[in-house]
């Protein structure tokens, strides 16, 4: 089974994993997973102080996967090996913890899952690069060039697309209440619009905005606090 849930951060939204709260833990194996959309935020400080936060998942019964968000620390997330796996590559963090590196397509289950993590920091004027703070939060442009290069060779055809934030013109149209505040340029959102324009999928999964909403229009589902099955 694979099952999917909404930014952790670090331990601040950790809690919905836990056993009361996700009872179908109970039945899976290391060959069922578990996909978090951002944030994660287990590789923070880049040494021991992160043992605690990474053994929690380590000890699952499920594997644990998840795809970057704009509160990570990329210095230390880069310093991870990276392997194969499921027909693309991956920083292998702990034996059953696996973060899944933007603009690549893995084969899941017998499914595809096209994933491209980031956003734009609306506070990062008030946060210390390298510190609380990271340029890598927004995709490169050469992971760009590879995302058009693994979506055009499947045709721009996948079954579940993976990301952190939404495209910007899903941003600025179902969100009109915090439309001030959701004024802002983000070159992942705009890369978006044209994913969600060119590529054909079965189901859009999104974190970010730590909301829990179906946008019928684009199948787009934006999740926070629930785990659903993929």
């Known amino acids: 089974m694979i099952f999917i849930?909404?930014?952790?951060?670090?331990?601040?939204?950790?809690?919905?994993?836990?056993?009361?709260?996700?009872?179908e833990q109970k039945l899976l194996s290391r060959d069922d997973f578990l996909i978090i959309t951002g944030d994660f935020g287990g590789v923070w400080t880049g040494?021991?102080?992160?043992?605690?936060?990474?053994?929690y998942h380590e000890n699952k019964n499920y594997t644990t996967l998840f795809i970057g968000g704009n509160h990570e620390n990329y210095d230390a997330l880069n310093t991870y090996p990276v392997v194969m796996w499921n027909k693309g590559p991956v920083h292998k963090i702990r034996?059953?913890?696996?973060?899944?590196?933007?603009?690549?397509?893995?084969?899941?289950?017998?499914?595809?899952?096209?994933?491209?993590?980031?956003?734009?920091?609306?506070?990062?004027?008030?946060?210390?690069e390298h510190?609380?703070?990271?340029?890598?939060?927004?995709?490169?442009?050469?992971e760009f060039r590879t995302a058009w290069e693994n979506l055009g060779a499947r045709g721009n055809k996948v079954d579940?697309?993976?990301?952190?934030?939404?495209?910007?013109?899903?941003?600025?149209?179902?969100?009109k209440p915090m439309k001030d505040f959701l004024e802002y340029d983000s070159r992942v959102e705009r890369f978006l619009d044209i994913v969600i324009r060119e590529v054909k999928?079965?189901?859009w999964f999104?974190?970010?905005?730590?909301?829990?909403?179906?946008?019928?229009?684009?199948?787009l589902r934006i999740i926070y606090n629930s785990i659903l099955v993929i």
Do not use: C
């Open 201 to 203: 999928y079965e189901k």
């Open 5 to 23: 849930t909404g930014d952790t951060h670090r331990k601040l939204d950790i809690k919905k994993l836990d056993l009361e709260n996700f009872s």
């Open 47 to 55: 040494d021991s102080s992160d043992d605690d936060i990474l053994d």
């Open 160 to 175: 579940y697309i993976i990301t952190h934030t939404v495209p910007e013109n899903v941003r600025k149209t179902a969100f």
């Open 95 to 128: 034996e059953h913890v696996l973060h899944l590196m933007n603009g690549q397509i893995y084969e899941i289950a017998g499914r595809s899952f096209f994933v491209m993590g980031g956003a734009t920091s609306v506070d990062k004027m008030f946060r210390i």
């Open 131 to 142: 510190e609380t703070w990271w340029s890598e939060e927004e995709p490169s442009e050469e």
């Open 206 to 219: 999104a974190g970010h905005i730590h909301i829990d909403r179906e946008i019928q229009d684009y199948n």
